[in-house]
């Protein structure tokens, strides 16, 4: 079992920066991939990156490459999205995201097995 909670979010003007973490519990979480999800009012929830146990493999949707990162540090448990260049259709709810040991990284952006409560990111013009 992981347990994820997420932090970070807040409200920023366009073009600006911010970094959401993730600090996970569970003793598997260094052999997890994981990654983020967004969700905004009105709309499905839709993958935004995910990152492999070793953080050798990383993954991006389209509308973030270039301008969000993906990191993990095992030691402290906690995955990283740093934000750049954030546009007012960034803003959602951001959703930390786990798979089970072993499962693949690319498979993390169709099932994902534990979820975190979410944390908000406004983005204003």
């Known amino acids: 079992q992981v347990q994820l909670v997420e932090s970070g979010g807040g409200l920023v003007q366009a073009g600006g920066s911010l970094r959401l973490s993730c600090a996970a519990s569970?003793?598997?979480?260094?052999?997890?991939?994981m990654g983020w999800f967004r969700q905004a009012p009105g709309k499905e929830r839709e993958f935004v990156a995910a990152?492999?146990?070793?953080?050798?493999?990383?993954y991006y949707a389209d509308s973030v490459k270039g301008r969000f990162t993906i990191s993990r540090d095992n030691a402290k448990s906690t995955i990283y999205l740093q934000m750049s260049s954030l546009k007012p259709e960034d803003t959602a709810v951001y959703h930390c995201?786990?798979?089970?040991?072993?499962?693949?990284?690319?498979?993390?952006?169709?099932?994902?097995?534990?979820w975190g409560q979410g944390t908000q990111v406004t983005v204003s013009s």
């Open positions: 995201a786990a798979v089970k040991a072993g499962t693949s990284t690319m498979t993390l952006q169709a099932k994902v097995d534990y």
């Open positions: 569970g003793r598997t979480f260094s052999t997890n991939a």
């Open positions: 990152i492999s146990w070793s953080g050798a493999i990383t």
